[in-house]
């Protein structure tokens, strides 16, 4: 099976713009969640969708929006992004009736 | 709340030695807890969970991880460390009731030296 794949790996954006990065689970895969990587926080959990439901939130504030779609693969979006956005945003999937996450290979977003 | 902690930022090693890293949690109920490794410039890689059952357990490359509930600790060994185990190394953890939403520590850096 194909792993977990996100677009684009690289972004640059200025202060103010939107983004949106796009993740597509291990086929069968239901439950999509993605976390922030960044060298002074680590890894924060953003959200996580099951069947285009969000099941869970993270503490980030309303810029950061999140959707899945019927085929499982989702999108997150960050809107009037600030210099402290830049991070790696990591995207990971989860077969049903376990809890093992499977990354993919991130996107790193620099914002300037 | 649900917390990890990683005390050292980086761990040396010589290659062949047995090796180490050290992860101790916090949890409301049953952990559940895991050890995922980073490469450079790339995803995390699964290496291993507990759940339930049996206190050691075998995860991928020859990783294992020892879960003591007394002393709230889930530490990471191998008995032979090789130089391309040298990468950062994040321990995680989450409650039963609190979904897919996993709780990470820091990240320990090991570097494995021939």
């Known amino acids: 099976k194909a792993g977990v794949t996100q677009t684009p790996r690289y972004l640059i954006k200025t202060r103010g713009q939107q983004v949106t990065l796009s993740c597509s689970p291990i086929s069968g895969h239901r439950s999509v969640s993605w976390y922030q990587q960044t060298p002074g926080q680590g890894l924060q959990f953003l959200f996580e969708y099951f069947s285009e439901t969000q099941r869970n939130k993270g503490n980030f504030p309303g810029r950061f929006s999140g959707r899945q779609f019927s085929n499982s693969r989702s999108e997150m979006n960050v809107s009037t992004l600030e210099l402290g956005d830049s991070a790696l945003y990591l995207c990971?999937?989860?077969?049903?009736?376990?809890?093992?996450?499977?990354f993919g290979p991130g996107t790193r977003l620099t914002v300037l | 709340a649900q917390s990890v902690a990683q005390p050292e930022d980086q761990v040396n090693v010589a290659e062949g030695n047995p090796l180490t890293v050290k992860c101790t949690y916090s949890?409301?109920?049953?952990?559940?807890l895991f050890w995922y490794v980073q490469y450079p410039n790339r995803g995390l890689q699964f290496l291993l969970k507990y759940i339930t059952g049996d206190n050691l357990v075998k995860g991928s490359y020859g990783f294992e991880a020892e879960f003591n509930k007394s002393q709230t600790s889930f530490h990471l060994k191998k008995p032979s460390a090789l130089v391309s185990d040298s990468a950062l190394y994040f321990c995680a953890v989450k409650s039963r009731n609190s979904g897919y939403a996993l709780n990470f520590g820091k990240g320990t850096s090991l570097l494995v030296t021939p």
């Open positions: 990971a999937s989860t077969p049903d009736l376990t809890d093992t996450q499977y």
């Open positions: 949890v409301s109920g049953n952990p559940y």
